[in-house]
C-alpha cells in the first residue's frame, strides 16, 4: 500500500459501518461463519487490490444487510455519515431484487451497474469463491463455479485483470477439488476428526 494510499484510508471512518453489519452476526452462511465476517472479508479484498475509495469500503462492510436482514430500515445507512446516501445506492447496486433470477440479477449488475458496483460484485464473488472449499453439497460448489464463469469472469475482465487472474485460480481449484475422488467429504473427515479446544 503506498503511503497515499494509507493516508487516504486513515481518513475514512468506517466504525459506524462495521457496528451496523452486525446485525448480520448469527446469519450462518453454507460455507461455515457468518455473514458479518464475510462483510469484512469482501472490505479485506478490495483493499487488497488497492481500491480505497470510501464509499465502496463502506458498502462492502453492508453490501448484504438490505438482502439479508428483511425489516433492516434503509434510512439507518442512508443517515449513517455524510456518505450515507452514496454508499445505500451503491448497496441497492448489488442487491438481488426479491423474486430476481439470480442470472438475471448478474446480468443487470454487469450491463448497468456502475463500475463501483462491478468491483464490489467481483470482489464479493472472491469471498464467495474462497469459502466454497468448506462447502460439502458438491453439485452446489458446481453450479456456483460455472456461475463464476459465465457470469462474474466477464464483469471482473471489465474492471482489473488482477481480480481475473485470482478467480480464474479460484474456478479452476473448486474445479479440482470437484474432481478428487471422494469431493468435499475429506474437509468434512477432518473437521470431524478435529480436537477443538
Known sequence: ?????????????????????????????????????????????????????????????????????????????????????????????????????KSVYLTRVHTTGSHNAKILKVADRISNMISLGFVNDMDFVKRYTDETENYILPIAREIDKHMVTELLYLIDSRRNFLDQPGGGGKIKELVDSTNFL
Open 1 to 101: 500500500m503506498t503511503t497515499e494510499e494509507m493516508e487516504h484510508l486513515k481518513g475514512t471512518l468506517l466504525a459506524p459501518y462495521i457496528q451496523l453489519s452486525t446485525v448480520l452476526i448469527g446469519k450462518s452462511r453454507e460455507s461455515g461463519g457468518n455473514m458479518f465476517r464475510h462483510q469484512l472479508d469482501t472490505m479485506a479484498i478490495l483493499i487488497d487490490y488497492h481500491y480505497i475509495n470510501s464509499v465502496l469500503l463502506k458498502a462492502a462492510i453492508v453490501h448484504d444487510v438490505l438482502e439479508d436482514v428483511p425489516d433492516f430500515n434503509h434510512n439507518t445507512l442512508m443517515n449513517l455519515d455524510y456518505e450515507g446516501h452514496e454508499v445505500y445506492s451503491l448497496v441497492r447496486e448489488v442487491t438481488r431484487i426479491p423474486g430476481e433470477e
